[in-house]
């Protein structure tokens, strides 16, 4: 488990300082939420055979929440609060092992967008 939570802190860490920033988050669930608004745009068709008109329009609603600017702010200062123990300004990879181990949900989201970020696993090789 903490070398999974690992792998993805890693991936978060865009500018490789060893410590997550907020800006850090902000642009890797951007650019990660992003490609997932693109799946469902063109899975839209199949997601209403399999799971019904309403439920595809839930999903989508939910969605377009949460790439909101605001809910991207939202959603990384949630994660800062509970977080950043030390109250630095950032995350380092103690922290965030730490958070994503009395937070397995968060991991596995955070696995998930990680795994569509770029093409790079939760082990951080690229996947081809």
């Given at each position: 488990?903490?070398?999974?939570?690992?792998?993805?802190?890693?991936?978060?860490?865009?500018?490789?300082?060893?410590?997550?920033?907020?800006?850090?988050?902000?642009l890797t669930l951007r650019k990660s939420l992003k490609s997932a608004k693109r799946v469902y745009n063109s899975s839209m068709k199949h997601l209403k055979e399999d799971i019904g008109k309403e439920r595809t329009s839930q999903v989508g609603r939910n969605l377009e929440s949460?790439?909101?600017?605001?809910?991207l702010h939202l959603m990384v200062e949630e994660i800062f609060s509970r977080a950043d123990i030390e109250h630095k300004g950032f995350i380092t990879k103690a922290e965030f092992v730490a958070y994503a181990e009395e937070n397995p949900q968060t991991l596995r989201?955070?696995?998930?967008?990680?795994?569509?970020?770029?093409?790079?696993?939760?082990?951080g090789s690229k996947v081809q």
């Amino acid at each position: 488990f903490a070398q999974r939570a690992a792998g993805v802190f890693h991936i978060y860490d865009q500018n490789h300082d060893s410590v997550l920033s907020r800006e850090d988050l902000l642009l890797t669930l951007r650019k990660s939420l992003k490609s997932a608004k693109r799946v469902y745009n063109s899975s839209m068709k199949h997601l209403k055979e399999d799971i019904g008109k309403e439920r595809t329009s839930q999903v989508g609603r939910n969605l377009e929440s949460i790439t909101e600017e605001r809910g991207l702010h939202l959603m990384v200062e949630e994660i800062f609060s509970r977080a950043d123990i030390e109250h630095k300004g950032f995350i380092t990879k103690a922290e965030f092992v730490a958070y994503a181990e009395e937070n397995p949900q968060t991991l596995r989201l955070f696995t998930q967008i990680a795994e569509n970020f770029e093409g790079i696993d939760t082990k951080g090789s690229k996947v081809q």
